[in-house]
């Protein structure tokens, strides 16, 4: 059981990334798959969640308007799509299995840097 986060990189302010989560030894889909990030000096935060299902979408305030959460069934993995990046949103980026958003993790990823720096 895995999740291993990818797409992570340096990106000038304004600019765009998408993260990659994907899951082995389990099926993403049938439990939420949350996204956080802990910046440099700072405690670990949320940023958004999907449910299992796909039904609902949650995001913080931070992240609304500006970051979109997905799912690929096929490929078994969560996205997050980043845009009109901030340098405020420099930080290392986790994903996270848990049985509803909001609930405590079971699973975490490895982490990926995302630096937003000109």
């Known amino acids: 059981v895995q999740l291993v986060e990818s797409g992570g990189g340096l990106v000038q302010p304004g600019g765009s990334l998408r993260l990659s989560c994907s899951a082995s030894?389990?099926?993403?889909?049938?439990?939420?798959t949350g996204w956080f990030r802990q910046p440099p000096g700072k405690e670990r935060e949320g940023v958004s969640c999907?449910?299992?299902?796909?039904?609902?979408?949650f995001y913080s305030d931070s992240a609304k308007g500006r970051f979109t959460i997905s799912t690929d069934n096929a490929k078994n993995t969560v996205y997050l799509q980043m845009n009109t990046l901030k340098p405020e949103d420099t930080a290392v980026y986790y994903c996270?299995?848990?049985?509803?958003?909001?609930?405590?993790?079971?699973?975490w990823g490895q982490g990926t840097q995302v630096t937003v720096s000109s």
């Open positions: 996270a299995s848990s049985n509803r958003c909001g609930s405590s993790v079971n699973v």
């Open positions: 030894g389990f099926t993403l889909d049938y439990y939420a």
């Open positions: 999907i449910s299992g299902g796909g039904g609902s979408t």
